[in-house]
């Protein structure tokens, strides 16, 4: 049984391995170590801790503060892959983006919010808006999980090392780029470490002491389905009412509507050659939309509904296929209304008839 000896002291510990492996060893070598002079592993491990340089390995020559500057500099963040968008050729700008793009082109810190219905290009217009400026944008996705650690950073454990690795949120400081925080109304009261950042106030990194500054050109850009307010009817389960200290930090709040069937068309003829079949598909969608505003029917067919129909009949080349699995998603009750609505507009595609 090892027991505690007070002759162990942190010189005569150091020396006897210096003696024995060198100044560099390993956490085998102090088991060894304690085995043969009958002393317990904490003792010799709490004597020794200082000079602790990564998992099991020890050096005792290294200072302290020589350990820590090789900890911090052991591990560098890892780029991110792709900080300008790809700009999309098929892309056909409509609503806010004119407006959105002068903002980003500025340079100006103007924290923005995006909102409205699933599916109508929020998202893409902010990307393909720093793609034609060729600007940085990171993009995060946040979830209900979403945290501190997540968005500033935190320690990882790199090849046995505890380093400190940037989050997507200090990254785009110290680049000056764009950081779209996209869907941010699932979020939780987590997000609100990002208030002093939404001021342009840069940050503090408490757990490694350093102040960061936003890099000329950092803005803020959100996008939600909701105002931050929740969701009333229910058809965006998950998103929660957000702090309202938190939403009056954004200057602008921009109400993106779908296309009109002009546009929505020249977008789908982008993917599509049969031109009739992309117009015939916006009025469908036109018209489910209006019935929907007023209050008529509880689903709406968004822009992104449309494409998956095309991608659907570029691989099935069947219209009737396409259309009927893209509104599977749907109950059976609206899926039939959407498909004798469809019959309607275009007389030259005909579903079979539910006898029910």
């Not at 085995?35 to 592993?41: I, L, T």
């Not at 929020?122 to 944008?137: D, F, I, P, Y």
Request: negative net charge.
């Amino acid at each position: 049984m090892f027991t505690a000896n007070p002759e162990m002291t942190e010189d005569k510990i150091t020396n006897d391995l210096k003696a024995l492996f060198g100044k560099e060893f390993t956490y085998a070598d102090v088991k060894g170590y304690c085995r043969s002079h009958g002393v317990s592993e904490s003792t010799v491990l709490k004597r020794i801790g200082r000079f602790r340089v990564g998992k099991g390995r020890y050096n005792l020559e290294l200072k302290v503060k020589e350990v820590v500057a090789k900890i911090e500099k052991a591990y560098e963040a890892p780029p991110f892959l792709t900080l300008i968008p790809e700009q999309d050729e098929n892309f056909v700008p409509f609503g806010n983006f004119t407006t959105l793009k002068k903002i980003i082109k500025s340079g100006i810190f103007y924290p923005s919010f995006i909102t409205g219905l699933s599916g109508n290009g929020k998202t893409m217009g902010v990307e393909q808006a720093c793609a034609q400026l060729n600007r940085e944008c990171i993009r995060v996705n946040i979830t209900i999980e979403t945290d501190e650690d997540d968005l500033i950073g935190g320690f990882r454990l790199i090849n046995g090392d505890t380093v400190w690795h940037n989050g997507p949120v200090i990254e785009a400081l110290e680049r000056g780029a764009v950081l779209l925080l996209d869907e941010i109304d699932l979020a939780s009261n987590k997000i609100l470490c990002l208030q002093s950042i939404l001021e342009g106030k840069g940050v503090f990194l408490k757990k490694i002491g350093k102040y960061v500054k936003p890099k000329e050109g950092f803005n803020v850009i959100a996008t939600a389905n909701t105002k931050g307010k929740g969701s009333d009817d229910g058809r965006f389960i998950g998103t929660n009412v957000l702090n309202e200290a938190f939403l009056e930090r954004f200057a602008l709040t921009f109400e993106q509507e779908y296309p009109n069937a002009k546009t929505e068309t020249n977008i789908l003829k982008k993917l599509c050659n049969d031109e009739e079949f992309c117009a015939r598909l916006s009025d469908w969608a036109d018209i489910i939309r209006k019935t929907f505003y007023d209050g008529g029917i509880d689903e709406v067919i968004s822009t992104r509904r449309l494409v998956h129909i095309l991608r659907a009949y570029s691989i099935f080349g069947d219209k009737v296929k396409a259309i009927q699995l893209c509104l599977n998603r749907f109950d059976d009750e609206t899926k039939q209304a959407f498909l004798e609505l469809y019959d309607k507009v275009d007389a030259d595609v005909e579903f079979e008839k539910d006898e029910n």
